[in-house]
């Protein structure tokens, strides 16, 4: 079904977590489809002119419910911070105030997700039906997440989706950005976790913005689940390395980090500690799939990994 051209409607869009980096890229994209978006997020800034900014602590269900009046569409791009102890803590209650702030004011939920709940033994390849198994405590969050929004879909006093993505590759909040670009530019070895033989593909983080605005304005797409677009090339970690290290003119040498020193690492850098129970994804290949959205959408252009990495490399300043 080709993209259709529609003039934007008036209808109030609102972004929780807009200071992100999917929440700027959505915010980019959602002028095709409205006149009116909200960013709300503690400290929101601008993209458009006009934007309307709404700063808000989203861990106040009354905040959320203030964030949440007068929008047809909630897009939530929120991030908390990379600690177990804090999920736990927040992403529950959180996502239940979102949710009773949508049925309340009659607003649709999109809600932007990752691939942690799904089973490890089942990553090559995995698609909207990959069985949720966590094995690690932030996926078991992620799927009550999940749980939480498709019981409320199934029960009809709900209409939402999950746009799901694969590990970034962008300018922020990108493994590859941190443990590749800024070690080559430092002059240092690329960093790589596990195995660098095993498959891994990535979702470009203005593409997965793009199509999740094209995803809640799309009526039909509600009340399932969607894999966002990413380029089908199966690329391996040494891959990945030699492509950043052509496109930077340097020699493409790296470390592997051994599951077993993460833990030791973790005792002086908390953030290899929370990353540790993750590890399995690049122990094995780690292929997502998203053929799905291309079916429905087929005019959709998704970015080739060569490009994504040529536009970060152009674009990058540090």
């Not at 990353?275 to 252009?301: G, N």
């Amino acid at each position: 079904m080709p993209l259709e051209v529609k003039t934007p409607s008036n209808d109030l869009q609102t972004i929780l977590g807009s200071g992100g980096s999917i929440g700027v890229e959505l915010a980019k994209a959602l002028p095709e489809y409205t006149t009116r978006i909200r960013l709300v997020s503690r400290s929101p800034k601008k993209i458009h002119d006009s934007d309307e900014l709404m700063a808000a602590d989203l861990s106040k269900a009354s905040e959320i419910d203030r964030a949440v009046a007068g929008s047809a569409i909630v897009y939530v791009t929120v991030g908390f911070e990379y600690s177990i102890n804090v999920w736990q803590k927040v992403w529950p209650p959180f996502m239940r105030n979102v949710i009773d702030a949508c049925k309340k004011h009659k607003a649709k939920l999109v809600f932007f997700d990752n691939v942690y709940m799904y089973d490890p033994d089942h990553l090559n390849p995995m698609t909207e039906e990959t069985p949720m198994r966590p094995t690690s405590k932030k996926g078991a969050v992620r799927k009550e997440l999940v749980e939480m929004i498709m019981a409320e879909v199934k029960s009809g006093k709900l209409t939402a989706l999950i746009a799901r993505s694969a590990d970034f590759i962008g300018p922020k909040n990108s493994v590859l950005i941190e443990t590749v670009y800024k070690n080559f530019r430092q002059g240092k070895k690329a960093n790589w976790f596990a195995d660098v033989s095993k498959l891994h593909n990535f979702t470009f983080t203005p593409d997965a913005g793009q199509a999740t605005a094209l995803l809640g304005n799309t009526p039909d797409a509600y009340n399932q689940v969607w894999h966002l677009p990413t380029d089908r090339s199966q690329l391996t970690g040494k891959q990945w390395i030699e492509l950043f290290a052509r496109q930077m003119n340097v020699e493409p040498k790296y470390q592997v980090l051994p599951v077993w020193l993460m833990g030791v690492l973790g005792i002086f850098v908390p953030i290899m500690r929370e990353f540790k129970e993750m590890a399995y994804q690049y122990s094995r290949d780690y292929v997502f799939d998203s053929h799905k959205f291309e079916a429905r959408f087929p005019d959709f252009k998704v970015t080739s990994s060569l490009h994504a990495v040529r536009v970060i490399v152009d674009g990058m300043v540090l």
